[in-house]
């Protein structure tokens, strides 16, 4: 983290003729906001610290401290790199809170804390940062983490495009629950949790300035309640949030690992007509698509049925399906069942369908 | 983390025509390898999991289950964007390790699990980003963190520079240890550990081309260490690491939470010949200037002594010092005894000396 970096003083000394200098350019970022010295002091103060309320984040010290913590504590990072870092349905700062959220929720754990770093390229409209900042705060309400740390690096105009957020997150994982890949066995039922692809068609469409017509929004979204709800209500192996490279990549992943292929059936896995329109026109495929806001649930057999109302109960999982099932093959592969009788094996991909999706 | 980052597959399935067309060309880091995809698999699989060999990490889950942890929890982000990316005493891989390690230090911690983010240029060496992976490696096992998760991402050509990594920490904290700044006293020492200025200028006089004669090195390097040395040999009230805005930035972020004022002794803050003329040279203040493997330590007048000696046998130490004390004025200001005896308020600086030095 850094004190240089948070470090607010109480009540900053007058530079006067300097400081005013500087607020006149003020509406954009300048190499001095990221030098550890007044500028940024201020710049925290006045932007971030009127956001986000966090007792311990106002500590501003090296390193946060949160106390003793009871359970297993899970970690992760994940740093966002999205273009056009806004798009529809969410922002960069709303895609940085929630991909990290559901990073901690999909191992089982309840998130707790965050911290972010920023790196920033000088020219960035002051008002953009506040505007991620505003999509943070309401995540940070929306998922309960609690934002306890922070990191703010000024790049000059070119070395950097506009904006990268990193995002680390602390969450506690009960010690009742055990998920794990080890856990899975044939016959278990692949539930998720509505329309794949929107993110990454979503992203791409903005930043290509296509118009579908039908108004494609990101899913990005905090996944933790949902899966609590889905943990509450029967036997979850384990879980995954299909991100970059898209469920197929997801679900190879899984199938790798358990040595036992997937089947999945096409007509039962929930596309909209516009991304199904979006990745037709372009050439691709909805199964490889990224997506922010979904997760892959494995359930045994006897309790999918009571996992799967329950999430179409949730807001997020209205249009919560089983796709598919663990076959007693042990292929490690993934087979799609498709719309006209056929099988397909659908494979990981070897590189990107689209860059900078996250 | 993102298990679509670093998840590897235990046998890679053989894409052969496409798989032998990349690797021809994969001396440099292509947009596919930040795709999730297999490219991104193997990369991972080839260059970091054969250096890093966490048991954590290589579970390639979406988090890291670090099981419970007893003490408390202290956390903390930094993102570095350092340029050059190889400087002389160091590069952007050491430095990430090392500016993480010691905010967790310097709050007491014992440093003990690490993340860390990338985000890399298209087109970067392969051969640079394992030279840069072998620095972390080197770090890693020096200051005896474990790296347990990261992630990657890839930008186009233009959209970063090189390389840019963030590294997320999280240390343990004795119950029987108590630092703040809320602990100090008028009359306790100020302690440093050796000569200020030289990651700043190490890293200007690369990235500028000056040759200042002298080899002048980068400091950077794990303090925990030496700061475990000092708390064992006295009563230590607080600790910062003098990094971006250097000493003086530091002190008076420090005078500042503290309300006391703070002096300092021009002739006992040691400085380095070539740290000297290059300041004269380029305008600059060595107090202002970032510093990568100091501590600034306070401690109580009585064990003042006892906590110089015990940090002059660790190497880090030799040429450490103490520099001042805390006065019973109320002034937050820090005033600096000059060698030629006049005393000089030394502020915070408003804007930055130098850009992207961490």
């Known amino acids: 983290m850094g004190y240089e970096s948070w470090a607010v003083s109480s009540k900053p000394k007058a530079h006067s003729s300097k400081l005013k200098d500087v607020k006149n350019m003020s509406e954009k970022i300048l190499m001095g906001h990221g030098s550890g010295g007044r500028l940024m002091h201020n710049l925290v103060k006045e932007k971030f610290l009127t956001r986000f309320k966090s007792k311990i984040l106002r500590q501003l010290t090296d390193a946060a401290v949160l106390g003793e913590l009871k359970g297993k504590i899970a970690f992760t990072t994940d740093s966002y790199v999205v273009k056009p870092i806004f798009f529809p349905g969410g922002d960069i700062g709303k895609l940085a809170i929630c991909g990290t959220v559901n990073d901690l929720a999909v191992m089982g754990a309840t998130p707790k804390y ?54 680390s ?43 579908f017509k039908t108004n494609i929004k990101s899913d990005c979204a905090p996944l933790n309640l949902i899966i609590k709800d889905a943990m509450a209500s029967g036997e979850v192996r384990f879980m995954r949030d299909p991100t970059r490279g898209g469920l197929a990549t997801t679900l190879n992943e899984i199938a790798e690992k358990i040595g036992y292929s997937i089947e999945i059936d096409e007509k039962e896995i929930p596309v909209s007509k516009g991304v199904k329109d979006a990745c037709e026109l372009l050439g691709f495929d909805p199964l490889y698509i990224a997506n922010e806001g979904k997760v892959v649930v ?24 089983i796709i598919g099932e663990v076959k007693k093959e042990k292929g490690k592969k993934v087979a799609l069942n498709t719309k006209i009788g056929g099988k397909r094996i659908i494979d990981m991909m070897t590189s990107e369908q689209l860059p900078r999706i996250c």
């Open 114 to 167: 965050m911290t972010c770093g920023f790196i920033v390229e000088e020219g960035l409209r002051i008002s953009d940062l506040e505007k991620i900042f505003d999509s943070m705060k309401e995540m940070e309400k929306r998922s309960g983490i609690e934002i306890v740390g922070g990191d703010l690096k000024v790049v000059n105009s070119g070395e950097a495009d506009k904006i990268f957020i990193n995002t």
């Open 298 to 321: 494995i359930v045994s057999a006897k309790d999918a049925g009571k996992v799967l109302k329950k999430m179409k109960r949730n807001i997020l999982g209205k249009n919560s399906r």
């Open 169 to 211: 997150g602390i969450g506690i994982i009960d010690n009742k629950i055990d998920l794990s890949y080890r856990k899975i066995k044939p016959g278990d039922k692949i539930i998720i949790n509505g329309n794949i692809g929107e993110h990454g068609i979503a992203v791409v469409s903005k930043r290509q300035g296509i118009d």
